[in-house]
């Protein structure tokens, strides 16, 4: 057996370390020179209002470089000129040109934020509940069986999209930011609520926490007496931006072990994955993530948006949907 460690192992554990890629560091990418500088100022003006957030696995292994800026994961992922309207991208641009104050910079994008229907259908005031006429921050009753809970620890991805209308959760406003900060409250409010029988924790991706905070939220649920609750769905990303979150992050064995723990209990765990294109289902991280997923006696159920440019033709829905359903996938919801 080599005591040496092969270069092929370093460059892999490398590989599946988690690195975001930012404002802050995008031009620092070797392959950002396949982008003209026109291009990659707009990434710099749009990303200044709206969230700009991607990694190494998407950019290493999901983008084609060759195909941008057409290429429909880049797309997915990195800003464009056309997300924000012609005034609004000149304002931030002409305060970018003459070197302004990030304090002014941020007032503005604030400014241009408020306009853009940061919470559609009154998300943050409709379908509150509450307890002893006390709102319960972060969690919508919707429909009736149905609870969605958005946990303070998850209210941020592995990668934003580009599509994304829950944006408000990422920009630092927090009073557009929709979170729940006590764990007990959704233990209560589903105790005092029989036909609650669903839980959809959502985010943000509740997949970036630590298994110990996710595993807060949902133990208090498995040891209710209650038990009417019978379903638990999370809703994430992390198949398609960080299927690592599965295999080698340092606290994968205990997520697949809480996964485990809710279907050992007789509950039904429904895993929402977000793919938006085939690209996402190729690589062999996302397909030995599914496959640890599913031996915990959960399904993944897949969602998507419908998007110009991204997969808005129906041989790439054919092709997703195929593929999905041959790891054992299923195809739930297109919007």
Same mark, same amino acid.
């Given at each position: 057996? =080599?005591?040496?460690?092969?270069?092929?192992?370093?460059?892999?554990?490398?590989?599946?370390?988690? %690195?975001?890629?930012?404002?802050?560091?995008?031009?620092?990418?070797?392959?950002?020179?396949?982008? $003209?500088?026109?291009?990659?100022?707009?990434?710099? /003006? /749009?990303?200044?209002?709206?969230?700009?957030?991607?990694?190494?696995?998407?950019? *290493?292994?999901?983008?084609?470089?060759?195909?941008?800026?057409?290429?429909?994961?880049?797309?997915?992922? +990195?800003?464009?000129?056309?997300?924000?309207?012609?005034?609004?991208?000149?304002?931030?641009?002409?305060?970018?040109?003459?070197?302004? $104050?990030?304090?002014?910079?941020?007032?503005?994008?604030?400014?241009? %934020?408020?306009?853009? *229907?940061?919470?559609?259908?009154?998300?943050?005031?409709?379908?509150?509940?509450?307890?002893?006429? /006390?709102?319960?921050?972060?969690?919508?009753?919707?429909?009736?069986?149905?609870?969605?809970?958005?946990?303070?620890?998850?209210?941020?991805?592995?990668?934003?999209?580009?599509?994304?209308? %829950?944006?408000?959760?990422?920009?630092?406003?927090?009073?557009?930011? +929709?979170?729940?900060?006590?764990?007990?409250?959704?233990?209560?409010?589903?105790?005092?609520?029989?036909?609650?029988?669903?839980?959809?924790?959502?985010?943000?991706?509740?997949?970036?926490?630590?298994?110990?905070?996710?595993?807060?939220?949902?133990?208090?649920?498995?040891?209710?007496?209650?038990?009417?609750?019978?379903?638990? %769905?999370?809703?994430?990303?992390?198949?398609?931006?960080?299927?690592?979150?599965?295999?080698?992050?340092?606290?994968?064995?205990?997520?697949?072990?809480?996964?485990?723990?809710?279907?050992?209990?007789?509950?039904?765990? $429904?895993?929402?994955?977000?793919?938006?294109?085939?690209?996402?289902?190729?690589?062999?991280?996302?397909?030995?993530?599914?496959?640890?997923?599913?031996?915990?006696?959960?399904?993944?159920?897949?969602? =998507?948006?419908?998007?110009?440019?991204? *997969?808005?033709?129906?041989?790439?829905?054919?092709?997703?949907?195929?593929?999905?359903?041959?790891?054992?996938?299923?195809?739930?919801?297109?919007?």
């Amino acid at each position: 057996m =080599s005591l040496f460690i092969s270069q092929d192992s370093i460059e892999q554990s490398e590989q599946q370390k988690y %690195r975001a890629i930012t404002l802050n560091n995008f031009r620092k990418l070797p392959q950002i020179s396949n982008l $003209s500088e026109k291009e990659k100022n707009a990434i710099d /003006v /749009v990303g200044r209002v709206l969230p700009f957030k991607t990694n190494n696995y998407v950019v *290493n292994e999901l983008i084609d470089w060759k195909n941008v800026p057409n290429d429909p994961i880049f797309t997915l992922t +990195f800003p464009q000129e056309e997300m924000l309207q012609e005034a609004h991208f000149a304002k931030i641009a002409a305060l970018l040109e003459k070197d302004a $104050s990030a304090k002014e910079i941020q007032e503005k994008a604030n400014e241009i %934020r408020l306009t853009l *229907n940061p919470h559609p259908a009154g998300q943050l005031e409709h379908n509150v509940p509450e307890i002893n006429e /006390v709102s319960l921050e972060g969690m919508q009753h919707k429909y009736q069986e149905t609870v969605l809970f958005f946990p303070s620890n998850g209210q941020t991805c592995h990668a934003y999209c580009t599509f994304c209308f %829950r944006w408000p959760q990422f920009v630092g406003m927090d009073d557009l930011k +929709f979170a729940a900060k006590q764990t007990q409250e959704l233990t209560t409010y589903v105790e005092q609520h029989s036909e609650v029988t669903d839980i959809l924790v959502t985010g943000g991706d509740p997949l970036v926490m630590k298994t110990s905070r996710l595993q807060g939220y949902i133990d208090p649920i498995l040891a209710s007496t209650q038990n009417n609750v019978s379903t638990i %769905r999370i809703g994430t990303k992390a198949l398609g931006y960080w299927p690592y979150r599965f295999t080698t992050d340092d606290d994968a064995e205990d997520l697949l072990g809480l996964f485990k723990k809710i279907t050992e209990s007789g509950r039904h765990l $429904s895993i929402m994955a977000h793919f938006n294109h085939p690209a996402e289902l190729s690589t062999p991280a996302v397909a030995e993530a599914i496959e640890k997923i599913q031996m915990t006696g959960a399904q993944i159920r897949t969602q =998507s948006p419908l998007m110009r440019n991204i *997969n808005d033709k129906a041989s790439v829905w054919s092709d997703m949907w195929r593929t999905q359903v041959q790891l054992g996938l299923i195809p739930y919801y297109m919007f």
